[in-house]
């Protein structure tokens, strides 16, 4: 069974903090994906990478960074919160397209509430 | 960008009744999936679907990829409370570097 942890399911910070997110994967997945969830809006998604030390810039990158130092952790980095930022962040992890697969698998996720 | 157009957006149904969802585009998907999500939780993947016209059950949950490549269904036969949650599909069309397009959502409620 594939396996995607998040560091945290709740987290509440105050404006200004720098926040990092973790997750990890035990899938040896190449991709890996951060989205927030936001009720009316659907999963949006933030950043990608393909590999590691690989990212690409989703629909929605500004006020976010990430870092993938090994194959199996990708994290998610709010450099000065905001309240705007406060969401549903989910983790997913796949295999490289050119496996022929699409499938995601999500983390449970992490309530982030910024105050 | 591109979008997915999931319905119904909510159902109110009772205990044992059939449901039936579906999700459209104007352009064509090489690939449908279907998740489920409950409270509090991340999505879990239900069925996924590579070729058109497949159907594909996985227990009480049957879903088809649309002959014209352009939608899929989601259908649940004799639904029991704890399939209560948010219902999304997901495709992907060859572009967007491989990464998935969501719909919105259909959130399901059972009566017991």
């Known amino acids: 069974d594939v396996k995607v942890t998040q560091s945290s399911r709740y987290l509440v910070k105050r404006t200004g903090e720098k926040v990092f997110l973790e997750c990890v994967q035990d899938?040896?997945?190449?991709?890996m994906f951060w989205y927030r969830q936001d009720p009316g809006l659907g999963l949006r998604l933030i950043y990608f990478?393909?590999?590691?030390?690989?990212?690409e810039k989703g629909d929605i990158p500004e006020g976010y960074s990430v870092s993938r130092e090994k194959k199996e952790r990708f994290s998610l980095i709010l450099e000065s919160a905001s309240t705007n930022q406060t969401s549903m962040y989910l983790c997913a992890s796949s295999w490289d397209f050119n496996h022929g697969s699409y499938e995601q698998y999500f983390g449970p996720g992490t309530r982030l509430t910024v105050t | 960008g591109q979008q997915l157009n999931q319905s119904p957006q909510s159902m109110f149904i009772q205990e044992g009744e059939d449901v039936s969802m579906n999700c459209t585009s104007s352009?064509?998907?090489?690939?449908w999936l279907w998740y489920k999500q409950d409270p509090g939780e991340g999505p879990v993947l239900l069925i996924a679907?590579?070729?058109?016209?497949e159907l594909t059950s996985n227990g009480r949950l049957t879903a088809q990829f649309g002959i014209t490549r352009k939608d899929s269904f989601l259908n649940i036969s004799a639904s029991i409370p704890s399939d209560v949650g948010i219902y999304f599909c997901a495709g992907q069309n060859g572009g967007s570097q491989g990464n998935l397009i969501f719909g919105k959502g259909t959130k399901l409620s059972v009566k017991p």
């Open positions: 352009s064509i998907f090489n690939t």
């Open positions: 679907l590579y070729k058109a016209g």
């Open positions: 899938m040896d997945h190449e991709n």
């Open positions: 990478s393909y590999d590691v030390k690989m990212k």
